[in-house]
């Protein structure tokens, strides 16, 4: 359904009914998966914690990957993977990111993925830290 898709637009906001996105939440203890629609319609979601890991592992590349699989079998049931184009969006801080692109690009052709955008969503503030407090002397 390439021709839907309207290029006027900028590269980050070609989304239509033809893309869902997969979004990996990055949060300190934690990590959250979940496939939504291109409307923002929760489909599947999955956390860490609820696979099975506890404490450090929670965040671990393993988790996430595992993560990254339960969503991919989710969308196979689901008939989502061949239909659609797939979004990657990840938010938060992480050093597991660059190991979920590969994860995904490695099973790109198994799982005839289509990828369409990766995009990193995190939020940097716009006017920096707080600066320290001067002694007085």
């Not at 409307?39 to 696979?51: A, E």
């Not at 450090?56 to 989710?74: C, F, G, P, R, T």
């Not at 969308?75 to 990111?97: A, H």
Request: charged share 25%; hydrophobic share 35%; net charge positive.
């Amino acid at each position: 359904n390439l021709n839907q898709i309207n290029l006027e637009k900028s590269s980050d906001s070609i989304i239509d009914d033809s893309t869902i996105i997969f979004l990996f939440r990055f949060l300190r203890n934690n990590i959250v998966g979940m496939i939504t629609s291109s409307s923002g319609d929760v489909i599947s979601s999955i956390s860490s914690g609820r696979l099975g890991y506890k404490g450090k592992k929670k965040i671990s590349v393993l988790a996430a990957k595992d993560i990254a699989n339960w969503l991919l079998e989710q969308s196979i049931k689901k008939k989502l993977n061949t239909q659609y184009f797939i979004q990657l969006k990840y938010k938060g801080w992480s050093t597991t990111k660059l190991a979920l692109t590969h994860f995904f690009s490695k099973r790109r052709l198994k799982y005839k993925i289509r990828l369409h955008i990766i995009k990193d969503m995190l939020s940097i503030p716009h006017n920096g830290c707080r600066p320290k407090k001067k002694s007085r002397k």
